[in-house]
């Protein structure tokens, strides 16, 4: 039985490595910009305090201890230990997946901004407790949309990446 030839952006070359090892750089990348930016952020501003730069955006120090958007913020305390080992879990899931399909460019490429994100904010959770997020988009004042981090952009990337992957492995 014939298979399909994926195309080149999406496969390594026959002579490219199966290693993890690209695909963790990239994750380890993210995990460092994305640490880097919240010291920043939190030698710089106190909780709260916002800065605006553009008529749509600020810089602000927030502590989220709950899950996107928020979600679960106000909870007693639980909800740190849940989401740390949702993200220990996944991390361990998608690094499995990276190396059975290391060959898989845009899959592994979607994959390793996951995982890095994910790493990224597992690392507040346990070092401080909450997340730092610090990236204020906002409509005229009126409605801001919720405060993130560079993990969690990676995170949005690596999901839209992954979608495109997958709807182009339907196309196939």
């Not at 553009?54 to 899950?67: I, M, R």
């Not at 361990?92 to 399909?101: A, E, G, Q, S």
């Not at 592994?108 to 610090?134: E, K, M, P, Q, T």
């Not at 981090?149 to 495109?164: E, R």
Request: proline share 1%.
């Amino acid at each position: 039985m014939a298979t399909k030839k994926r195309s080149s952006f999406n496969t390594v070359s026959s002579s490219g490595s199966k290693s993890l090892a690209p695909w963790l750089g990239i994750a380890a990348i993210v995990i460092l910009l994305d640490q880097i930016s919240k010291l920043t952020i939190e030698k710089l501003f106190v909780e709260s305090q916002s800065q605006a730069y553009t008529s749509f955006f600020n810089l602000v120090l927030a502590y989220n201890k709950g899950a996107a958007f928020s979600f679960l913020d106000t909870a007693s305390g639980w909800q740190r230990y849940l989401f740390t080992a949702i993200g220990v879990i996944a991390s361990v899931v998608i690094t499995v997946l990276i190396k059975k399909n290391a060959s898989q460019r845009l899959f592994c490429w979607s994959l390793s901004l996951i995982l890095g994100g994910a790493l990224g904010n597992v690392i507040d959770r346990i070092a401080y407790g909450h997340v730092i997020d610090f990236l204020d988009f906002h409509y005229k004042e009126l409605y801001h949309f919720p405060s993130f981090n560079i993990a969690d952009s990676a995170i949005t990337l690596g999901a839209i990446l992954f979608i495109l992957d997958e709807l182009r492995r339907v196309k196939k």
